[in-house]
């Protein structure tokens, strides 16, 4: 538990960092841009018009401008809201499929233990198991076009469908071919949607209306301390919009962030992973603790080290002496009379 408490938190610390610096740092960055550039944009574009283009700006009186910020922005909202809304619903789709997948990992890894165990492929397929956490279910970092276009001979699943083909009970067959069907379903929920152009025509949709406010600016100059105040409100707008596309692409990303599926993934496949390793060692799950299988076979009230019960029997070693019932047991157990009547019949002879 310690173990998975130190990896928990330094998968969140990870990402807590990552966001910080792929969403924060830009957000800052940009208010504080906006606050020091806007007085300076205004002014030298009202240096490049004339009186009467001025007076227009000021007037406004065909509201040009201003429906133009409307047009805009209204577009702005639209696609954004219409980008995050497609992002979140495939990382809901991500986690309804890695919850599937370790399911159908974790049901795989018990039948073969069930099944399996004694057969001389049983430690390839733990091997092939293990290669399958490490190498494919845990990588979100590379496309999932490029794990689906793997060779099979290179694919583990496929290398356990083989090994189970013959000689085993096909529930085990059915198990493998849930968990490729699973595996395809998360691949194709974690394959992304929306482009890279997409993102990119957000950010120019963002900076032209940002770029309109400095040219209203330029038409309200000549009153004092105006300037002043408009450059806290587009230092906001600035800071405002950069958190809006950062935090829609954080949900493009794949992996790295809080708003991916890093933490969960790490939680749901440890315990997988500590269960494939003890196995591997020769270790069933008797070995893994007090509430499962004792070392010997059973825990308390299951079988004892000598082959009885230690629920009101002894511990299974007073038993391999001379008939010895356990504490609690009546000398005349049905247990132990037939050994004492073979002996009595063998010193009759």
Known sequence: ?????????????????????????????????????????????????????IR????????????????????????????????????????????????????????????????????????????????????LDIPPAQLLSTRPAEDP??????????GVPSIVYETVKNLRQARGYRLGAMQRKFPFLGIVLLYLLASVELLAFPLLGAGTASIPGILSLQSFLFAALCGAHMLVLRIIQELWQSSGGVFNVDEVLQQMVFGLEEELEMRSKGMGPEMQGPGGMGPGGMGPGG???????????????????????????????????????????????
């Open 1 to 53: 538990m310690r173990l998975q408490r130190n990896l928990q938190f330094s998968t969140r610390t990870k990402q807590a960092l990552s966001t910080l610096l792929r969403v924060a740092l830009p957000t800052l960055v940009a208010t504080i841009l906006g606050f020091i550039y806007f007085d300076n944009l205004s002014l030298f574009i009202r240096s490049t018009l004339d009186v009467g283009t």
């Open 56 to 139: 227009i700006l000021q007037e406004d009186d065909a509201q040009f401008i201003q429906n133009f910020l409307t047009v805009i922005g209204l577009l702005f909202s639209i696609l954004a809201g219409n980008a995050y809304s497609a992002l979140y619903q495939q990382q809901e789709s991500i986690y309804f499929a890695l919850f599937q997948e370790v399911s159908e990992a974790k049901s795989l890894v018990e039948q073969t233990t069930l099944v399996c165990q004694g057969r001389p492929f049983y430690q390839s397929a733990l091997a092939c198991m293990s290669s399958y956490v490490k190498n494919d279910l845990r990588r």
């Open 157 to 166: 699943l496929e290398s356990i469908m083989y090994m189970t083909s013959v």
């Open 303 to 349: 079988i004892g080290p000598g082959g009885m019960r230690q629920g009101g029997m002894g511990h299974g070693a007073e038993m391999q002496g001379a008939g010895v019932p356990g504490k609690g047991e009546p000398w005349n157990t049905p247990l132990v009379q037939p050994a004492t009547e073979a002996g009595a019949r063998v010193e009759g002879r």
